[in-house]
């Protein structure tokens, strides 16, 4: 299957810890992508590959893999986190690509 | 600082095709390593994959778009553009134009998009 699923929604109190999760086959061959959106604004690029965070994005953010598995960790969870986020990753044995169904993260 | 812009038609009608432009701006469409792609997201909806083109005209498409979906870049005017054809209420969605990287980083198999265009609202009603 070249899905990715996602939990839909997931809460975390202020300054707390949160894993969102994004399982799929296609993560056994290719790393995932992870992306934020906020209401009304385009998706941003927050972390990719085994340890790659782009440049201005905080480092509470942080990405990890297990077999079938991708993480992404906010360690210290900012209202401003309060957003959906989404993984991608290319599907395995082919040359397109999916993204997760998403999930929506509230910060309490 | 590289910057993406979607531009088209706000409205179109069923049966007929949506086209949408991308013009890229702060850095060239033709620099080698990166692919240039599409992505929709229905209102209230997650966000899909639709097609990526590198600057030498190599393509790839979402399997269950591909027979309505062309993609295809113009280097000289630092623009990509994509058209769907033959579409439904269900094609109505947020475009974004994004740039799309697909590496090998220290061995992993990576891909991401960064970064994103607005994004413009394209709904399909007669």
């Known amino acids: 299957s070249s899905e990715l699923t996602q939990d839909p929604a997931v809460s975390v109190a202020l300054g707390q810890t949160v894993r969102i999760t994004c399982q799929g086959d296609?993560?056994?061959?290719?790393?995932a992508s992870w992306y934020q959106q906020k209401p009304g604004q385009a998706p941003l690029l927050v972390f990719f590959?085994?340890?790659n965070r782009p440049s201005g994005i905080p480092d509470r953010f942080s990405g990890s893999n297990s077999g079938n598995t991708a993480s992404l960790t906010i360690t210290g969870a900012q209202a401003e986190d309060e957003a959906d986020y989404y993984c991608n990753c290319r599907v395995s044995g082919g040359k397109d690509y999916v993204f997760g169904t998403g999930t929506r993260v509230t910060v309490l | 600082q590289l910057q993406l812009q979607e531009s088209g038609p706000r409205l179109v009608k069923p049966s007929e095709t949506l086209s949408l432009t991308c013009t890229v701006s702060g850095g060239s469409i033709s620099s080698s390593s990166y692919y240039w792609g599409w992505i929709r997201q229905p209102p209230g909806r997650g966000l899909e994959w639709i097609a990526s083109?590198?600057?030498?005209?190599?393509?790839s498409y979402n399997p269950s778009l591909k027979s309505r979906v062309t993609i295809s870049v113009d280097t000289s005017k630092n623009q990509f553009s994509v058209n769907l054809s033959s579409v439904t209420a269900a094609d109505t969605a947020f475009y974004y134009c994004?740039?799309?990287?697909?590496?090998?980083?220290?061995?992993?198999?990576?891909?991401?998009?960064?970064?994103w265009g607005q994004g413009t609202l394209v709904t399909v009603s007669s």
């Open positions: 590959g085994k340890k």
């Open positions: 296609s993560l056994r061959n290719y790393y």
């Open positions: 083109i590198y600057s030498s005209g190599t393509t």
């Open positions: 994004s740039r799309h990287r697909v590496a090998v980083v220290d061995a992993d198999k990576i891909n991401w998009f960064d970064p």
